[in-house]
């Protein structure tokens, strides 16, 4: 075969990790390639759209190391690019006052000594001058480490990023196999062929039908279909809620349904609020379907914004997928069996592990050169724990 079709790692996925991978890979000076099923930048997975929220207050303590080195990775890599992806904010948290995951998110932060205001509601309305207000039961938690990251102009950052570092992008090449040669055979449905000594998968929601034909295994991880809804703020109100000229934070909420938002930005006069969750899908059979639980969260934004948030019907809807593990904490391992180690999984992100891409994309690189990584331990990342094995 042609030098010119021999890698030292193919990355399959060009989503959000597929492309930080390939960025991390081509600074360490290896010949990558990131080949892409569908047209780079397109709508169909879980890496498009205008925002995701970055935030530290998790209530799994070890995923705080992992966003504040993302912080820094992510305002490393905007400085490269020349512009700005990641916009800082405050982030506010609420929840009724007994409510399992706030009260693990504030262990989180003590454990982490994260510097947080625990708040009732009379001080909830003080500190945001009666634009948020929650019942009497419920607490708010506020943090400095906030933000909005720009969804699409990441992808298309660290795009940029990893071909300007020598790496080699290929769209429309959907991977049909994987073949283990002593270094990785990959296939596409066009009937191309790259050979490489390591392999990187990180394709999103379509993870278990590839993993299941390459390797017989199984991975417990269920892509989910949902949406994003931005609702308009009442006229008169809507520099009270907007990102920058205000100091409106990011936000979550717990109870009855999940919840989480971002100032208005990306469309002028509306401000983000959807639900974390969604219907369970195949990611090649959509049925673009009904959004879910939205009478809850009507409820919530009228609720939650003292009427000043119009929460009759969101003014625009955008459909994404979830990849989501039972546990929702990531896959971050290597895939073994006869692979051993030159295919190296990433998967499950389960709608939260945008924020932490550029430190995903630096870990999955490591794993691949140096078979091992000093960012995080992976324990809690590991197929292993699935008790899944291999079919075939």
């Known amino acids: 075969m042609e030098d010119s079709h021999y890698y030292d790692v193919i990355i399959i996925g060009a989503g959000i990790m597929g492309s930080s991978t390939a960025y991390y890979a081509a600074t ?13 930048l397109h709508h169909r997975g879980s890496s498009h759209g205008e925002s995701r929220t970055i935030r530290a207050a998790y209530p799994q303590h070890y995923y705080y190391p992992l966003v504040i080195k993302s912080y820094e990775l992510w305002q490393q890599a905007q400085a490269q690019a020349g512009y700005n992806v990641y916009f800082k904010a405050h982030h506010f948290d609420m929840a009724p006052s007994n409510d ?23 001080q909830v309305a003080d500190k945001f001058s ?80 590839l993993v299941k034909k390459i390797s017989g295994v199984e991975i417990p991880i269920q892509p989910l279909e949902t949406h994003v809804c931005y609702w308009r703020i009442k006229e008169g109100h809507e520099g009270k809620f907007t990102l920058g000229s205000s100091d409106f934070p990011t936000f979550a909420s717990c109870g009855k349904v999940t919840v989480y938002g971002t100032p208005a930005f990306e469309y002028p006069g509306l401000v983000k609020v959807a639900v974390h969750g969604g219907n369970p899908c195949d990611p090649d059979k959509r049925s673009w379907g009904p959004l879910v639980m939205m009478n809850e969260l009507k409820e919530w934004v009228e609720g939650r914004f003292s009427g000043l948030v119009d929460s009759s019907e969101p003014v625009v809807k955008q459909s994404c997928m979830y990849s989501m593990t039972p546990d929702e904490d990531f896959v971050i391992d290597f895939l073994g069996g006869e692979f051993g180690k030159n295919v190296v999984l990433g998967g499950g992100f389960s709608g939260h592990g945008f924020k932490m891409a550029p430190v995903i994309g630096k870990i999955l690189t490591q794993l691949a050169l140096d078979g091992e990584t000093n960012e995080v331990d992976l324990k809690h990342f590991r197929i292993g724990r699935f008790n899944v094995a291999s079919k075939v």
């Open 100 to 122: 399992p995951t706030m009260l693990a998110v504030i262990n989180s932060c003590r454990e982490n000594n994260v510097s947080y205001e625990l708040l009732r509601r009379d």
């Open 130 to 209: 009666g634009r948020i207000d929650i019942p009497e039961d419920w607490v708010g938690l506020s943090t400095e480490h906030g933000g909005v990251i720009k969804a699409t102009k990441a992808v298309v950052m660290f795009q940029t990023l990893a071909r300007n570092n020598g790496a080699v992008l290929k769209d429309n090449a959907e991977v049909t196999d994987i073949k283990n040669d002593g270094g990785v055979v990959v296939l596409t449905k066009s009937g191309e062929k790259f050979r490489g000594k390591k392999c990187v998968v990180t394709v999103g929601a379509w993870v278990n039908k």
């Open 28 to 40: 360490r000076g290896l010949k990558t390639l990131l080949l892409e099923q569908f047209d780079f």
